[in-house]
């Protein structure tokens, strides 16, 4: 592992088949009376956003918490673009301070890759989301819960995605989420295809280890996983497409589309969910559909991560051997998640 | 000032030949000239060529004199072997009346390292709307005949017709900073396989080869004269190379950062290669290069654009486009143009001093080294090699992108009208 997670690209096969494997383990923290682990006591972890997102940040807070860790919430909401040294300054006070990590969500593409490499502090970074660049974590949680959907809870430890069909529809644009899939989904075997109208897919994407393509329809028959990404109404206003109603026409998913896909197959969003433009009520409602286990997953992965890049070599959980199971099938939607209401 | 003989120096990168400066011209050029009287200057291979000259400076004052000042921006063109530089025209106020560039003129004489000639503004203060008083520039003391709203475009093309048609009157020129600034709204880099991947906003080709197109079109139908500011893809190329081919008046100019660097660079978030244009591909460079070789692209052109240290120790979106450049262009050129065998020493004299010096008419430069001419003059050490220190650089900035990096060259002499500004590498 190295020392920051900036970009989900960094992370090679066996980094990440190694984080999904980690997390496993600590969705069994969850399980216990006491869900909590000394791992990270006395060290500090900042969560450092410039941006908001309430959703991300308690994900983290709630991984740091589980970990032991003393954890410091700093908002610098606004101040990220218009000023020139805000990064630097608040990073120099957070090094004064004896940061252990900083997990830093910012506006501008590349902050948390400058905040890693200029000298400016000495603690690991973890990459929260930046711009329309990456967002790793969110890719490994969505890894996570296409093992556990796909390949199975106990199955899956030690696997990755190999031969799965994964596709990835909306603002590709405009998406970290999208960039950071591609990234991890390729890496772990799985074989993605972006759908949006061409003028939401970036120029330059044709070097992407990924297929294009305009038409959803002639992919979801053959999707193991159908990821629908969040589509702003702004974006109807800048041209990107002529009304919301015919972006939902050619790119929403309803109960008829959904209905093209294997049995298996199931429905993933990034979340916050604005049902009716990209997803409909009946589809986000349905038992394919992912997003309160992606929530939940997310701590899981979060505290993997932070254990993996601060906790060193000792074992996360002790006594860690899997239970066989003999009443977990691989699709169930799995009882001892963390539900999202627990992490406040 | 007296008499100087330069001993043994390569004119133009040809045969050793001595060189000698009798107050303000060049008395004579030949073999085996007399020391008598003369203070002499060894100069066993280097290559002596006429004092280089710049069509593109930001040297920040009025405005912004924590970036660059006059003083300290025409010292760092005599330490890259400038004798003039255009200074351009976005500072605060901006060089959009007389007075504010008979000021920089006459900072110029005063310092004494370098000729300033002010371009002067299209627009008034770069807004692109109604024409500055481009007549009363021209008849001030600084005599100004280059007009550009570099830093931005001329996009009306109205406004654009108009200008081109108004400097016929006295022979100007628009030099036009060729950027669609609807194609370009939120842009960081180029626009491409290394954005798509970073996530930073894409600043397309076309932004800039449409302009061009329309601008050239716009020249060729009112009878005027356009120059296009640092060219950068292959496509602003083939305009215009079609262009001249059809005869139409028009002239471009490459910066050094164009001729070496691609947008593979951007990776690093470092805000350093960050610069407008951006740094393209790989592809682009190569045509870019070539066509300089070919004369398509008449000249080279620093866009020095100094930035203090805060504007450019941030998060990449947040940070100041620019790159320095008169103190490394000379270096960049050899290494990318004389080393590739593009271009020979008097193909760079062309490029960096006779050639610009015409386009800006600027007076008593980019002259022939021979007798009678003024001794306005730049001696290079070619053999040498070194890596880039920006620790040691006369500019108030160091936003250099070749920190560290090792180029070719290095320019030891500096004469301006016999006067040294530079000796032994040193400020005199
Ligand atoms: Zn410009």
């Known amino acids: 592992m190295q020392r920051h997670l900036i970009s989900a690209a960094d992370l090679t096969r066996d980094d990440a088949v190694l984080i999904l494997d980690t997390a496993e383990e600590m969705a069994r923290v969850a399980d216990r009376p006491i869900k909590k682990l000394p791992t990270l006591r006395g060290r500090t972890v900042v969560n450092l956003f410039f941006e908001d997102s309430t959703r991300t940040r308690i994900s983290f807070e709630a991984a740091e918490k589980r970990l032991s860790a003393d954890v410091i919430n700093f908002t610098a909401k606004g101040s990220s673009v218009s000023k020139g040294e805000s990064l630097k300054d608040t990073a120099q006070t957070l090094e004064a301070m004896g940061v252990d990590a900083v997990v830093i969500r910012h506006g501008a593409s590349g902050a948390p890759y400058r905040l890693a490499t200029s000298g400016w502090i000495d603690a690991a970074v973890i990459n929260a989301g930046d711009g329309t660049h990456q967002h790793p974590t969110q890719a490994l949680l969505d890894a996570f819960t296409m093992r556990r959907r796909l390949v199975g809870r106990d199955a899956g430890i030690g696997q990755d995605l190999s031969g799965k069909r994964i596709t990835i529809v909306g603002d590709v644009l405009h998406s970290r989420v999208a960039r950071s899939n591609v990234d991890l989904l390729h890496t772990l075997g799985a074989e993605v295809t972006l759908v949006a109208p061409p003028t939401l897919v970036p120029v330059g994407v044709e070097s992407w280890p990924c297929e294009i393509s305009y038409d959803l329809d002639s992919t979801l028959s053959k999707s193991d996983a159908v990821m629908m990404l969040r589509v702003q109404r702004e974006r109807m206003n800048a041209a990107f497409f002529p009304t919301e109603r015919e972006y939902s026409r050619r790119y929403g998913l309803d109960g008829d589309r959904m209905a093209k896909m294997p049995e298996h197959a199931i429905v993933m969003h990034p979340g916050p969910m604005v049902r009716g433009m990209e997803i409909t009520a009946e589809v986000a409602d349905s038992g394919r559909c992912t997003v309160v286990e992606q929530v939940a997953n997310g701590v899981s992965i979060r505290m993997a991560v932070l254990y993996l890049l601060l906790g060193g070599n000792e074992p996360a959980v002790t006594h860690t051997r899997p239970p066989v199971s003999h009443h977990h099938p691989s699709n169930e939607r799995s009882a001892h998640t963390i539900s999202a209401d627990e992490e406040k | ?428």
Not at chain 2, 13 to 20: A, I, K, M, S
Not at chain 2, 48 to 73: F, Q
Not at chain 2, 143 to 159: E, L, M, P, R, W
Not at chain 2, 307 to 313: A, L, Q, V
Request: hydrophobic letters at 40%; charged letters at 20%.
């Open chain 2, 1 to 428: 000032m007296s008499k100087i003989l330069i001993r043994g120096a390569k004119v133009l990168g040809g045969e050793p030949q001595d060189v000698l400066i009798d107050g303000q011209t060049i008395a004579q050029v030949g073999v085996g000239l007399s020391a008598d009287g003369a203070e002499v200057v060894e100069a066993d291979g280097k290559v002596l060529l006429p004092g280089l000259v710049d069509l593109h400076t930001h040297l920040r004052e009025p405005g912004r004199e924590d970036s660059e000042t006059v003083l300290t921006g025409t010292r760092a063109a005599a330490s890259g072997g400038y004798t003039a530089v255009f200074a351009m025209a976005n500072t605060f106020p901006v060089a959009d009346t007389a007075g504010v560039v008979e000021q920089v003129y006459r900072l110029g004489q005063e310092h004494g390292y370098c000729d300033v000639q002010p371009i002067g503004a299209v627009t008034v203060g770069l807004e692109g709307t109604k024409l500055a008083e481009l007549g009363a520039m021209h008849e001030s003391a600084a005599g100004v005949t280059v007009f550009s709203d570099d830093g931005k475009c001329v996009d009306d093309a109205v406004i654009m017709r108009r200008a081109l048609e108004y400097v016929k009157a006295f022979g100007g020129v628009v030099a036009q900073h060729a950027q669609e600034p609807r194609l370009t709204e939120g842009a960081q880099m180029n626009e491409g396989v290394v954005s798509a991947e970073l996530g930073l906003g894409g600043w397309p080709a076309v932004a800039e080869e449409s302009i061009i197109a329309r601008d050239v079109l716009l020249a060729e139908h009112v009878g005027s004269r356009v120059h296009i500011c640092h060219l950068s893809t292959a496509g602003s190329v083939e305009i215009v190379r079609w262009a001249k081919s059809r005869g139409i008046d028009v002239t471009a100019e490459v910066t050094p950062h164009h001729l070496l660097l691609t947008d593979e660079l951007v990776r690093t978030y470092n805000p350093v290669y960050k610069v407008n244009p951006p740094l393209r591909t790989e592809r682009d460079v190569m045509a870019l290069r070539e066509a300089l070789a070919d004369g398509t692209i008449d000249i080279v052109a620093t866009d020095h654009a100094p930035h203090p240290h805060e504007d450019k120790d941030c998060e990449w979106a947040a940070a100041a486009m620019g790159m320095v450049g008169l103190e490394t262009a000379l270096s960049v050129v050899q290494q990318t143009m004389v080393e590739t065998g593009l271009l020979d020493w008097a193909g760079v004299a062309d490029r960096m001093s006779f050639k610009p010096a015409r386009i800006g008419q600027a007076q008593g430069h980019g002259r022939p080294v021979s007798a009678g001419e003024p001794a306005s003059l730049t001696l290079v050490d070619t053999a040498y090699r070194g890596a880039v220190d920006p620790a040691g650089f006369a500019s108030r900035s160091r936003n250099t992108p070749y920190e560290g990096r090792e180029l070719p060259g290095r320019v030891t002499h500096t004469w301006l009208r016999g006067k040294a500004t530079l000796v032994d590498g040193k400020l005199a």
